[in-house]
Each structure stands twice: as C-alpha cells, then as structure tokens.
C-alpha cells in the first residue's frame, strides 16, 4: 500500500513536494522504530552468541594451537623426506652416469692394450652402480596419504602467494578501500589520485 501510494505522488508543485516530504517523514519514522525494534529484539541474541565464541575460543584456544603445531611437524617431516628422496634419486642418476662414462672409458682403455687398467676401471665402474641402486632405493617420495587405526592424513600441494612488492601489483587484483576514502572526503580531502570526488543531493528527512 504504502508503495503503491509512493508510486502515486507526482512531485510537480511546492504543496506536492509538501506531501511528498510528508510522506517521507512518516516513513523515515517507522524505519527508525522498526530499526530500533530490531536492535532491541537482536541485542541480547548477539550478546549470548558473543559470549558463547568468546567461551569456545580460549577454551579451545590451546587445542588450535597443538592443532598448528602438530600440522607444522608433519608438513616440515613430508618436505624433508621429499627432499631426502629428491636427492637420493640425484645421485642415483649421477653414479648410474659415471658407471656407463668407466664402462665406456674401460673399453677404450682394453683395446689400447692397458688391461690392468681397464680392470680397475670395470671395478669401479661396478661399484658406482651398486651406489646407484642403493640410492635409488633410497629415493621413496613419501605417500600423499597416510592412513592409521585413530585417523588419516593427506598432504597436498597447492598455489599460494606471499606479498614481494604491492606497487607492482597489476590493478586488477587490487581493491579500493571504500571506508578509507569516505573518511578521508570527511576530513577534507578534495583530490585523491585516480578518484573524482564531486558533491551528490542527499535528502535528509526528519
């Protein structure tokens, strides 16, 4: 009803835009005792909520931070055993290179007539494999999933970024900080780089 009367008045004269205002006030005044109502009948429901999450975080708060703790243990242990492996695999590849390289360095060496030292190469060219295998024993890149009797745990590797330079930023991933500026055109400010402040008509009713 009251919107059908808004859609209603036409504002084309002084005693039009009289009760147009009229109407306005009477409608600023019920939004502010429906506001009122609201507060009154939401207060103490926020009020308990606040206490209930003030009570569940510092009664939980050491048990969030064990949680961290223990989540830090365990991702820092699957990056040093990733790194372990990494490593392992490295050298297995390397040692694995340098047997073929004294295999083939012993054979030039045996056709040149210098058995004896075509045979300590094959030695060591035999050694440097054994080391190969047992580093790439070595080289286990650890299960993304553990599973055990009281629970299971997977480690995933995601994106994510860290801050190095915000002025380098591309502008479309940054925002405007709205709050900010209202309040610095409150004080005063007239120019803000990037920004036209300009004056609007507000209708203020009372």
Do not use: C
Request: proline share 3%; charged share 30%.
């Amino acid at each position: 009803l009251i919107k059908a009367e808004a859609d209603a008045i036409v504002v084309s004269t002084p005693d039009r835009k009289a009760a147009a205002i009229g109407v306005t006030s009477a409608i600023a005044r019920l939004k502010h005792d429906a506001e009122a109502e609201r507060v009154r009948l939401v207060k103490p429901l926020k009020d308990q909520a606040s206490l209930i999450d003030r009570t569940f975080k510092d009664v939980l708060s050491p048990v969030v931070q064990a949680d961290e703790v223990l989540r830090r243990k365990i991702l820092d242990f699957d990056v040093h055993e990733r790194r372990v492996a990494a490593d392992a695999a490295a050298k297995a590849e390397r040692e694995r290179l340098e047997a073929e390289a004294l295999e083939r360095e012993a054979y030039r060496v045996a056709e040149a007539g210098k058995q004896d030292v075509a045979e300590q190469l094959v030695e060591t060219a035999i050694a440097r494999t054994e080391s190969a295998v047992v580093a790439q024993a070595q080289a286990v890149t650890p299960a993304k999933t553990t599973v055990t009797p009281m629970g299971a745990a997977t480690v995933q590797q995601v994106w994510s970024f860290e801050l190095e330079d915000l002025g380098k930023v591309p502008v479309e991933y940054l925002s405007l900080n709205k709050v900010k500026v209202r309040e610095a055109i409150r004080l005063g400010a007239r120019a803000i780089p990037g920004l036209m402040i300009h004056q609007v008509d507000r209708l203020s009713i009372r």
